[in-house]
């Protein structure tokens, strides 16, 4: 098979990055990386004990190291962490090396699906005025993507569907 640029999944926490990663690698046969499943395993630590026992910036460098690293592997799908492409160097080779896709929800739907869990150690620390902030603030960002998915209201299959077709097209 040639190979192709890489499918890169990024946007805000609870944005679905995961389960269509998930979805969009068995659709295209490839790879799945999902970066902060792979810091998890790495570890051996749940990411918000990594923010406890040890910081938010001990956990950004691993997730800089960790990120770079795979988005040098072929035919891969990959799920950044909701900070990852804030990140500079991760930006840069993310662009260079992969397709990329926002899967942008309007700001409820993140706040409602955020506070579902506490698990995400940035939205702990934050009322909902403040999250609503970081994902205004964070959507400057991620709109450097190649392609904004609007998912709010879409199915599932909708939204992958989407995605392959732009992914294989351009
Ligand atoms: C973070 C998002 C999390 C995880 C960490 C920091 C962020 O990933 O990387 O808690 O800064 O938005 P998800 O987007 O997969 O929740």
Do not use: H
């Amino acid at each position: 098979m040639k190979s192709k640029k890489n499918l890169v999944l990024i946007g805000m926490m609870a944005s679905g990055k995961s389960t269509f990663g998930r979805i969009l690698s068995i659709k295209l046969n490839y790879e799945f990386y999902d970066v902060d499943k792979i810091i998890e395993k790495e570890t051996n630590m749940k990411i918000s004990e990594i923010f406890d026992k040890k910081g938010e910036s001990y956990f950004r460098t691993l997730e800089e190291e960790i990120t770079l690293k795979f988005l040098n592997t072929k035919n891969s799908v990959i799920s950044l962490g909701g900070g990852g492409f804030l990140n500079n160097a991760i930006r840069k080779k993310t662009i260079l090396t992969s397709k990329t896709f926002w899967l942008n929800n309007s700001l409820s739907t993140l706040i409602s699906r955020i506070n579902k869990n506490n698990k995400r150690p940035i939205a702990k620390a934050l009322n909902n005025k403040e999250l609503k902030n970081l994902i205004i603030e964070r959507s400057k960002v991620y709109d450097k993507a190649d392609f904004k998915i609007d998912c709010e209201n879409q199915s599932k299959s909708n939204i992958t569907r989407k995605i392959l077709s732009l992914y294989e097209s351009k």
